[in-house]
């Protein structure tokens, strides 16, 4: 590895780093990929959640962490508009045999209104109700935990 790669990594980690995000989220682990067709039909068919918008992506890299060697990485984003406030993000990653699940509604570096996230938080679990249900995952606990890391 060539010792220029490292200064825009390390700088790249340096300034997320010092940025704190804040909102509501929810992580889980899965033992597999859920079918896509599953979570969107799901995620569409929630009460309160409307413009649903669903985008594919993937990447073949190199790693160096926790093993050496090529990555692949396949993403599932969906974004979703709840009302007034914004739009939150479901995302499904599967990266090397692990499958994350997240669900959320986060910003960078500023604090979201309590007031928004309280109206946020009841159609969020309903998301992940419904795409628990109908898709036969383990998300665990469908309530979101407040982020602020």
Request: net charge neutral.
């Amino acid at each position: 590895m060539k010792p220029g790669f490292l200064v825009p990594v390390a700088g790249l980690a340096l300034l997320t780093g010092c940025e704190t995000f804040y909102g509501l989220k929810t992580y889980a682990v899965l033992a597999e990929p859920p079918v896509v067709e599953c979570v969107d039909s799901a995620l569409r068919g929630v009460e309160g959640v409307h413009d649903v918008r669903h985008g594919s992506g993937g990447s073949r890299g190199y790693q160096i962490f926790p093993k050496v060697g090529p990555s692949v990485t396949v993403s599932e984003v969906w974004s979703y508009d709840t009302g007034p406030g914004g739009v939150a993000i479901l995302q499904i990653l599967s990266d090397d045999g692990r499958v994350t699940y997240t669900n959320g509604r986060t910003r960078i570096g500023s604090r979201i209104p309590e007031a928004e996230l309280r109206a946020y938080a009841p159609v969020m679990a309903r998301v992940n109700m419904a795409v628990q249900q109908a898709c036969g995952l383990d998300l665990g606990d469908p309530n979101p935990a407040m982020t602020r890391r």
